[in-house]
C-alpha cells in the first residue's frame, strides 16, 4: 500500500480540496479535467459535511478503479474515522457495522501525499520526516499520520505551536513550513482541510483549498502545467468550480 505518489509526467495536474458530500463539485470536475494527459488529486475528505456523501465517495471509488493511473484519491482525517474522532461525522454514524467495516477499509488504503516537480501535495499540514522516503513509513493513526491528515498551519513564526484546545488539531507555523519544505526540496504545498486558513500563506508558497459548497466559499480546483515554472502557488492556475 503506497503511502506516497509521484507524478513525473503529465499535461495538467488537477488539485481539489475537500469535496464533503458534494457530488455534483466532483461530478463537474471529472467531466471536465478527465481528458487524456491529465492527472486529478484528490486532497481528501470525501463524505461528512454535505448532503450525497455515500453517492460521492461511490462516485469517486468507481472512477479511480476505472481510471487508475489519472485520478489519486488522498486520505483526509474524514477518512480515519475508525482512528480519529471528529465532527460531524454525520455519513459514518448513519452507517451500520458492516458498511462502516466495508467503507473504511477501502479509505484507509487511500495514499497520503502525491509530489509532483516542485509541489507537494496532503490534507492538512507537513509531517515531520527527513526525507520523502520516511512518508512511506507513516502508519495509520500515528504522530505524522495525525500530522498529514489532523494539522493546522498559522500564519505567524514558530514550529510546533501546540494543540489547539477548541478543534484539537495539532497547529504549525512558518519555521515549521520552511524547514519540513527544505528538507524535501519542494517550493510550493497544496493542502486543503482549514476553512478559516487564508488562501495563501508563508509568502504566497502554501495554497489551501475547498472544492465543496459545505464551507460557504467558492470552490475551488489549482491546475499545475509541467510546461510552467512553478515558484509560489500564485503561478498555479485557479480555477472556480
Excluded at 488537477?14 to 491529465?38: C, M, P, W
Excluded at 510546533?160 to 519542494?186: A, S
Excluded at 510550493?188 to 459545505?214: D, G, W
Aim: hydrophobic share 40%.
Amino acid at each position: 500500500m503506497r503511502k506516497l505518489v509521484i507524478l513525473k509526467k503529465a499535461e495538467k495536474i488537477i488539485f481539489v480540496g475537500d469535496t464533503h458530500g458534494d457530488l455534483e463539485a466532483s461530478q463537474k470536475i471529472i467531466e471536465r479535467y478527465l481528458k487524456r494527459g491529465n492527472k486529478i488529486v484528490f486532497l481528501g475528505d470525501y463524505v461528512d459535511r454535505g448532503p450525497a456523501s455515500k453517492e460521492n465517495l461511490e462516485f469517486l471509488l468507481k472512477v479511480k478503479e476505472t481510471n487508475p493511473n489519472q485520478v489519486i484519491l488522498l486520505q483526509g482525517n474524514h477518512e480515519g474515522y475508525r482512528v480519529l474522532n471528529f465532527s460531524p461525522a454525520d455519513f459514518w454514524e448513519s452507517l451500520t457495522p458492516e458498511e462502516e467495516r466495508k467503507y473504511a477499509s477501502l479509505v484507509e488504503k487511500l495514499p497520503l501525499v502525491v509530489v509532483a516537480g516542485p509541489i507537494i501535495a496532503l490534507h492538512g499540514a507537513l509531517p515531520e520526516v527527513k526525507s520523502l522516503k520516511e512518508i512511506e513509513q507513516v502508519e495509520l493513526g500515528d504522530k505524522r499520520w495525525l500530522e498529514i491528515v489532523w494539522g493546522d498551519f498559522q500564519e505567524e513564526e514558530g514550529g510546533f505551536l501546540g494543540m489547539n484546545p477548541l478543534t484539537g488539531r495539532p497547529e504549525f507555523g512558518k519555521d515549521w513550513f520552511e524547514k519540513i519544505m527544505r528538507r524535501l526540496k519542494k517550493k510550493v504545498l497544496i493542502r486543503s482541510h482549514q476553512p478559516n486558513a487564508p488562501r495563501f500563506m508563508f509568502e504566497k508558497r502554501c495554497l489551501t483549498l475547498f472544492t465543496s459548497s459545505a464551507y460557504g466559499r467558492e470552490r475551488e480546483i489549482a491546475i499545475f502545467d509541467f510546461e510552467k515554472e512553478i515558484n509560489t502557488a500564485k503561478d498555479l492556475e485557479i480555477v472556480r468550480i
